[in-house]
């Protein structure tokens, strides 16, 4: 979600992205007409308690090869197109407490929910607790930044243009990156939230990890510090698979990585040298320049979509639709867009090259970055083989603004040490493997950093989770304790179930009360959760992703429900059904068929034989007949 408030040059201006949360997603806000939300980046005046500008220009830190430093490996999670973001985890303070971060290249600063918040929403993780931390310092007012009325701490406030702030205390305290970076755990500021409004006091993560340009950026001040090459990396999840990694810091680039030159000087985002889109081979027939024009062609890790220019995106338009004359144009899952969506298509992701053309960008040095058809399609929600462009006109702006469904399944190497920005496609649930990167080692204690060092500072990290790969897992099954009385939560099960499959995002109809147990005012149940519709069993990626949000505590239900707690989760393996649980239906409706069958013959035979019986019935000339009566005259 890209809620960039980079500021430039003067303590007065501050450039901000604008991105609302749709249904689905989370893209930019202003709408133009009935198409997709656009971005839009408006000047506005800083408030007097608005932290003080951060220059962008850059450090002339003295070169390092890549391996020279270490770096932090770090794992995203959430999907870009289901949660509108991605997230890191992040850890702060003795002991550590953990948090749910969206990572943003837009964004300059790092902040959590603090303790003392005032208005914040309910999110992922508790709030940070300064007083739990043995090693949190409050920065201390000074003549480098804002401070707030008693003049005694350092104060920061963000404003975006969709109506949401934020706006807190800027403190110090020991950042930890997990247990398969190799990066030890550093100081660092970042913002402890008092009040916060909008889409950030609505959203599910917790805060935001600004990777931006700026002083309070984490990068920078990793940088800073000389403990990391001035660098770092992204690489998000492909379509239907979410995820992804992270790095803090230089690795070294594949050899058939494509660059392109990034001015940091252009505009104060992550730009990129575009040129020329290729549609099925062809060049568009654009003039180079309807990429340069505003900010330039930025990439922004926290928006969703892609948005061209008005000429560009017509364009681009008419050459997809004109090489996908087969296919059957129909309408976008949501009424309120125009979406240009297509039906007829493989439901495989990896066949989708077989029907959708090849799109090329072309950067001023020469080299071209082959997207596939992930990167510019999302599923169409309510169509089985139906997919949409998730590329659209970004209204008015003749900014290009490239989100993170251009990227999937690529990993984007943000060299700021050396003004360039490289592409790698490959598969982001494997990249350690595909750049041979083996082992990942433990956080080292820190060292001293005067009287409030810490010498266990190693969070704890999600393990692994590694199915076999002949299983097929017929249901996944966890128990839940609730605070709450079972007679008052009995008629609400169905809301219960239905929050749960959101959160574990499968279909409601395949969670299912298995069990109950009333305990005084609290409740202990059985859930289970079984393959869809008609598939015989759970695909290995589904539960490793329902799996990994039940042993990560990242189920969260409403408060209505009281506090919860996951107790233990189990999979079992597709249980073999004998021929007669196999064919009972069958069976059953063909003996039903026969009966129905049999009585309709049966009472076809008995109406025609007794019309026979009343059309060729006759008496005997000698029969009595009954008397008549006869009337009086």
Same mark, same amino acid.
Request: with cysteine.
């Given at each position: 979600?890209?809620?960039?408030?980079?500021?430039?040059?003067?303590?007065?201006?501050?450039?901000?992205?604008?991105?609302?949360?749709? =249904?689905?997603?989370?893209?930019?806000?202003?709408?133009?007409?009935?198409?997709?939300?656009?971005?839009?980046?408006?000047?506005?005046?800083?408030?007097?308690?608005?932290?003080?500008?951060?220059?962008?220009?850059?450090?002339?830190?003295?070169?390092?090869?890549?391996?020279?430093?270490?770096?932090?490996?770090?794992?995203?999670?959430?999907?870009?197109?289901?949660?509108?973001?991605?997230?890191?985890?992040?850890?702060?303070?003795?002991?550590?407490?953990?948090?749910?971060?969206?990572?943003?290249?837009?964004?300059?600063?790092?902040?959590?929910?603090?303790?003392?918040?005032?208005?914040?929403?309910?999110?992922?993780?508790?709030?940070?607790?300064?007083?739990?931390?043995?090693?949190?310092?409050?920065?201390?007012?000074?003549?480098?930044?804002?401070?707030?009325?008693?003049?005694?701490?350092?104060?920061?406030?963000?404003?975006?243009?969709?109506?949401?702030?934020?706006?807190?205390?800027?403190?110090?305290?020991?950042?930890?990156?997990?247990?398969?970076?190799?990066?030890?755990?550093?100081?660092?500021?970042?913002?402890?939230?008092n009040v916060e409004t909008g889409d950030?006091?609505?959203?599910?993560?917790?805060?935001?990890?600004?990777?931006?340009?700026?002083?309070?950026?984490?990068?920078?001040?990793?940088?800073?510090?000389?403990?990391?090459?001035?660098?770092?990396?992204?690489?998000?999840?492909?379509?239907?698979?979410?995820?992804?990694?992270?790095?803090?810091?230089?690795?070294?680039?594949?050899?058939?990585?494509?660059?392109?030159?990034?001015?940091?000087?252009?505009?104060?985002?992550?730009?990129?040298?575009?040129?020329?889109?290729?549609?099925?081979?062809?060049?568009?027939?654009?003039?180079?320049?309807?990429?340069?024009?505003?900010?330039?062609?930025?990439?922004?890790?926290?928006?969703?979509?892609?948005?061209?220019?008005?000429?560009?995106?017509?364009?681009?338009?008419?050459?997809?639709?004109?090489?996908?004359?087969?296919?059957?144009?129909?309408?976008?899952?949501?009424?309120?867009?125009?979406?240009?969506?297509?039906?007829?298509?493989?439901?495989?992701?990896?066949?989708?090259?077989?029907?959708?053309?090849?799109?090329?960008?072309?950067?001023?040095?020469?080299?071209?970055?082959?997207?596939?058809?992930?990167?510019?399609?999302?599923?169409?929600s309510k169509v089985r083989g139906a997919?949409?462009?998730?590329?659209?006109?970004?209204?008015?702006?003749?900014?290009?603004?490239?989100?993170?469904?251009?990227?999937?399944?690529?990993?984007?190497?943000?060299?700021?040490?050396?003004?360039?920005?490289?592409?790698?496609?490959?598969?982001?649930?494997?990249?350690?493997?595909?750049?041979?990167?083996?082992?990942?080692?433990?956080?080292?204690?820190?060292?001293?950093?005067?009287?409030?060092?810490?010498?266990?500072?190693?969070?704890?990290?999600?393990?692994?989770?590694?199915?076999?790969?002949?299983?097929?897992?017929?249901?996944?099954?966890?128990?839940?304790?609730?605070?709450?009385?079972?007679?008052?939560?009995?008629?609400?099960?169905?809301?219960?179930?239905?929050?749960?499959?959101?959160?574990?995002?499968?279909?409601?109809?395949?969670?299912?009360?298995?069990?109950?147990?009333?305990?005084?005012?609290?409740?202990?149940?059985?859930?289970?959760?079984?393959?869809?519709?008609?598939?015989?069993?759970?695909?290995?990626?589904?539960?490793?992703?329902?799996?990994?949000?039940?042993?990560?505590?990242?189920?969260?239900?409403?408060?209505?429900?009281?506090?919860?707690?996951?107790?233990?989760?189990?999979?079992? =393996?597709?249980?073999?059904?004998?021929?007669?649980?196999?064919?009972?239906?069958?069976?059953?409706?063909?003996?039903?068929?026969?009966?129905?069958?049999?009585?309709?013959?049966?009472?076809?035979?008995?109406?025609?034989?007794?019309?026979?019986?009343?059309?060729?019935?006759?008496?005997?000339?000698?029969?009595?007949?009954?008397?008549?009566?006869?009337?009086?005259?």
């Amino acid at each position: 979600m890209a809620r960039a408030s980079i500021p430039l040059l003067t303590t007065i201006v501050t450039f901000v992205y604008v991105i609302q949360s749709n =249904p689905a997603t989370s893209t930019a806000t202003i709408l133009h007409g009935r198409t997709r939300p656009a971005m839009v980046l408006p000047l506005y005046l800083s408030q007097p308690n608005i932290s003080r500008s951060i220059s962008i220009s850059r450090r002339h830190l003295q070169r390092s090869h890549p391996n020279s430093h270490p770096n932090a490996r770090m794992r995203l999670y959430d999907d870009l197109l289901l949660n509108g973001y991605y997230t890191t985890r992040l850890w702060i303070g003795t002991p550590p407490q953990t948090f749910a971060l969206i990572v943003d290249t837009g964004s300059t600063v790092t902040y959590v929910p603090c303790a003392t918040c005032e208005h914040c929403g309910d999110h992922q993780d508790p709030k940070f607790e300064p007083d739990l931390s043995s090693t949190y310092q409050p920065v201390k007012c000074n003549l480098d930044c804002n401070c707030d009325r008693e003049r005694a701490q350092c104060v920061y406030e963000r404003k975006y243009a969709e109506m949401s702030s934020s706006s807190g205390v800027l403190g110090e305290d020991i950042i930890s990156f997990g247990n398969e970076s190799d990066l030890k755990p550093q100081r660092a500021v970042f913002g402890c939230e008092n009040v916060e409004t909008g889409d950030l006091y609505s959203q599910h993560a917790d805060g935001i990890i600004g990777l931006g340009r700026g002083d309070l950026s984490v990068v920078d001040q990793l940088v800073e510090k000389g403990v990391i090459s001035d660098s770092f990396s992204l690489c998000y999840g492909g379509m239907d698979v979410g995820g992804g990694a992270m790095v803090l810091g230089g690795i070294s680039p594949p050899k058939d990585m494509v660059f392109t030159h990034s001015d940091p000087v252009r505009s104060p985002y992550y730009n990129i040298d575009l040129k020329v889109i290729h549609v099925g081979g062809k060049p568009l027939p654009l003039n180079p320049k309807v990429f340069d024009g505003k900010h330039g062609t930025v990439l922004d890790s926290g928006t969703t979509y892609a948005y061209l220019p008005e000429a560009a995106f017509l364009a681009f338009k008419n050459a997809i639709m004109s090489e996908l004359q087969s296919l059957k144009q129909i309408r976008g899952p949501d009424p309120n867009y125009h979406d240009i969506c297509f039906s007829g298509a493989p439901s495989d992701v990896s066949q989708l090259s077989d029907t959708f053309p090849a799109v090329e960008m072309a950067f001023g040095n020469g080299q071209k970055l082959l997207l596939s058809p992930e990167n510019y399609l999302f599923r169409h929600s309510k169509v089985r083989g139906a997919y949409c462009l998730g590329i659209f006109q970004n209204g008015r702006d003749p900014t290009t603004l490239l989100g993170g469904i251009i990227v999937r399944n690529t990993l984007v190497m943000y060299d700021r040490e050396h003004s360039k920005i490289g592409f790698w496609k490959t598969n982001c649930s494997e990249l350690w493997e595909r750049l041979h990167i083996t082992g990942a080692l433990s956080p080292i204690p820190s060292s001293s950093e005067g009287k409030n060092s810490s010498t266990d500072l190693s969070p704890s990290e999600p393990p692994n989770y590694v199915l076999p790969g002949n299983l097929q897992i017929g249901r996944i099954t966890f128990d839940m304790f609730l605070s709450i009385n079972y007679s008052d939560l009995r008629p609400h099960i169905p809301e219960l179930a239905d929050s749960i499959a959101q959160e574990l995002d499968v279909n409601t109809s395949q969670v299912h009360l298995l069990n109950f147990m009333s305990k005084g005012n609290n409740s202990f149940i059985a859930w289970a959760v079984f393959p869809s519709g008609s598939a015989n069993y759970i695909s290995n990626a589904t539960a490793l992703r329902i799996i990994s949000r039940l042993a990560e505590h990242r189920v969260h239900i409403p408060n209505t429900f009281g506090n919860y707690k996951l107790l233990q989760w189990n999979i079992e =393996p597709q249980v073999k059904r004998t021929w007669w649980q196999e064919h009972f239906l069958m069976v059953v409706l063909a003996i039903t068929i026969m009966m129905v069958v049999g009585l309709s013959v049966f009472g076809i035979l008995f109406i025609l034989r007794r019309r026979h019986q009343s059309v060729n019935s006759y008496k005997p000339v000698d029969a009595a007949l009954p008397e008549q009566e006869l009337q009086p005259l």
